[in-house]
């Protein structure tokens, strides 16, 4: 059984900066792309940002800038880096992890910015 536990959530005042985890039980190499989303209050679910095997990443233009996503396969942990965040930066933050048969969710991790 795949397991993805994020952690790093918290309060942060305007313009701070926090950095998500997102741990695998399983070789993350295994996956086509780990990604992060979040989820507003009544909001949907959106795509934050993705990375893939080979390296290769992509962010949602809302926090293209100011994010950085990156894995570290040794340890096989996805992390988000979170600078400049905003008010509208709040809702829970979910890791996936993607490949052909699988599509894993960890367990979301909140995030709440607010002076």
């Known amino acids: 059984q795949v397991q993805l536990v994020e952690s790093g959530g918290g309060l942060v005042q305007p313009g701070g900066s926090l950095r998500l985890s997102c741990v695998v039980s399983?070789?993350?190499?295994?996956?086509?792309?780990m990604g992060w989303y979040r989820q507003a209050p009544g909001k949907q679910r959106e795509l934050v940002a993705t990375?893939?095997?080979?390296?290769?990443?992509n962010y949602a233009d809302s926090v293209n800038g100011r994010f950085s996503i990156s894995r570290d396969n040794p340890k096989n942990t996805v992390y988000l880096q979170m600078n400049s965040l905003k008010p509208e930066d709040t809702a829970v933050y979910y890791c996936?992890?993607?490949?052909?048969?699988?599509?894993?969710w960890g367990q979301g991790t909140q995030v709440t910015v607010s002076s």
């Open positions: 996936n992890a993607f490949a052909r048969g699988y599509n894993v």
């Open positions: 399983v070789n993350i190499f295994s996956f086509d792309v």
């Open positions: 990375i893939t095997r080979s390296g290769r990443t």
